[in-house]
């Protein structure tokens, strides 16, 4: 009979002890049986130390020396430039099949949100809903033409409105991206005669493009017959300024973003990169959208802004209206803009 009334009491105890144990504040610490080392003596990133002389505990590198793996005199290889600073020709690392795989994996990780899985700038983060700024096509001459160190720069150091990548992407994955833009532009420019040595049945290609050709043209018709009519206004064209990216390079207060401002730009004369001048007319706001590097404005960059074909023919007038009401002039011009289609 003892044992029980022992053991209940005991139990009762017990019961009682787990209850205080919680929720209950102690400057103690815990009981640890076996400490490992646990708890040693340490500093904490930024904690003061008076032992140096700057009183900071974190320590900069010894001058004049390098950690290990982190030697960068490679310039080629991790700047992308020769000795003269120019950028380098070629990828310094050899390319095999392997490597150009891995650049396509990385391409598709990092790059194609915006540039699209074949480089022409039609990401889903551009043509989608989200209006990121439409990077130019790597289709177009000028970035035929650049070199690989261009490239691997770009990527590295970012450019105008692209991010850098330098703390996402390795070294080598870089120059194998680099290695795979080089297959994807020459995937899309290959010469009639080249192909011919292929196996490839060229004349069903065609056709194919072809029956693409029409059904983007039809689409574009439809939208076209749909918005046509609607009235155009200038706080259309704002808003479409807007959801387009064009306000990511274009200011309406003057001030300089990657592209001239809008500000007091219709009706003024602009002068261009080749010297010529050219009145800033509807044909030439239209020309400069649809077609954005048949002239380049003299001090801009050459080839930054893409083609916006894809706006609708009412869209364009819209963001002209929106245009025009930034500028104090005004020019005799048909009112076929202003005016409904
Ligand atoms: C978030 C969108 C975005 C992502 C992701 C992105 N880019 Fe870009 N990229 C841009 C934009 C926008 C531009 C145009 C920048 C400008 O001219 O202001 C651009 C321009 C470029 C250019 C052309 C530079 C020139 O001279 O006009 C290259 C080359 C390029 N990007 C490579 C890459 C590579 C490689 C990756 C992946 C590692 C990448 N980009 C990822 C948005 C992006
Ligand atoms: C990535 C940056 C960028 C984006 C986005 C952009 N532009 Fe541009 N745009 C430029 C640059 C740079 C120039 C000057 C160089 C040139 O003429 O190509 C320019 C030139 C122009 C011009 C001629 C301006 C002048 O001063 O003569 C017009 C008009 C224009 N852009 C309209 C637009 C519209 C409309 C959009 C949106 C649908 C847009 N841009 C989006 C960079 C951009």
């Keep these: 009979m003892n044992a029980l009334k022992y053991l209940k009491i005991a139990g009762v105890l017990i019961l009682i002890g787990l209850t205080a144990c919680r929720g209950q504040r102690s400057k103690v610490p815990p009981i640890h049986p076996n400490m490992n080392m646990d708890q040693q003596n340490r500093v904490e990133a930024q904690e003061e130390n008076r032992f140096f002389s700057d009183n ?14 982190e030697l960068q005199q490679d310039k080629a290889m991790f700047q992308g430039i020769n000795e003269d600073s120019s950028f380098v020709s070629e990828n310094p690392l050899e390319l095999t099949k392997k490597l150009l795989l891995r650049g396509q ?22 043509t989608g809903q989200y209006g990121l700024v439409p990077p130019p096509s790597y289709h ?25 990548y330098a703390h996402q992407i390795p070294v080598k994955d870089r120059w194998a991206i680099v290695g795979y833009i080089r297959a994807l532009q020459k995937s899309q420019n290959v010469p009639e005669s080249e ?18 050709l029409a059904q983007d043209k039809a689409k574009k018709e439809a939208a076209e017959a749909a918005s046509a009519g609607a009235e155009v206004t200038a706080a259309k064209g704002k808003q479409l300024a807007q959801t387009n990216a064009c306000t990511a390079c274009h200011s309406a207060d003057g ?57 609708s023919s009412n869209d364009i007038k819209n963001i002209i209206a929106y245009i025009k009401s930034l500028s104090d002039r005004e020019l005799e011009e048909s009112s076929d803009t202003t005016s409904n289609n």
């Design 56 to 69: 900071r505990a974190m320590r900069q590198p010894v001058d004049g020396t390098i950690a290990r793996g």
């Design 255 to 311: 001030s300089e973003l990657v592209g001239p401002s809008w500000k007091n730009l219709y009706g003024y004369e602009r002068e261009m990169q080749d010297g010529t001048t050219v009145i800033a007319d509807e044909e030439y706001l239209t020309e400069s959208i649809v077609n954005a590097n048949a002239k380049t404005v003299a001090g801009y960059p050459e080839g930054a802004m893409a083609n916006f074909d894809y706006l």
């Design 195 to 212: 192909i011919q040595q292929y196996d490839i049945d060229l004349a069903s290609m065609k056709e194919e493009a072809q029956q693409k």
């Design 140 to 164: 177009i001459d000028r970035l035929r033409n650049v070199n690989d160190g261009y490239l691997y720069s770009v990527i590295t150091n970012g450019i105008r409105t692209m991010q850098p």
């Design 105 to 126: 994996d990385q391409y598709n990780v990092f790059c194609t949100p915006c540039h699209g899985i074949t480089g022409d700038g039609q990401g889903i983060l551009v």
